[in-house]
Nanobody, 113 residues
């Protein structure tokens, strides 16, 4: 049974940092991604990392967010620095295994003073 469990969300002031974690189990995953969904908006892809470590980012987070993964622990991370109020959203972990795509339950990130 595949499970993705996110952690690390919370309330942070503008300019602050948070680190999200996603512990995956039950399969071997290729691409792992972070998405986010703000109220009233569509879910958007934030960052992607392949199992070889290649990364890609949305323009809105380039230079501020860093995605990484620990393949031995099947865990993907999202380091978020210089956070802005517009980064406020529910952040979701997504992982691919073969033709299947799996999602975590989401973790809330709120950037506010």
């Amino acid at each position: 049974q595949v499970q993705l469990v996110e952690s690390g969300g919370g309330l942070v002031q503008p300019g602050g940092s948070l680190r999200l974690s996603c512990a995956a189990s039950g399969s071997i995953f290729s691409n792992m991604n972070w998405y986010r969904q703000a109220p009233g908006k569509q879910r958007e892809l934030v960052a992607t990392i392949t199992n070889g470590g290649s990364t890609n980012y949305a323009d809105s987070v380039k230079g501020r967010f860093t995605i990484s993964r620990d393949n031995a622990r099947n865990t993907v991370y999202l380091q978020m620095n210089s956070l802005k109020p517009e980064d406020t959203a529910v952040y979701y972990c997504n992982a691919h295994a073969g033709t299947y795509s799996y999602w975590g339950q989401g973790t809330q990130v709120t950037v506010s003073s």
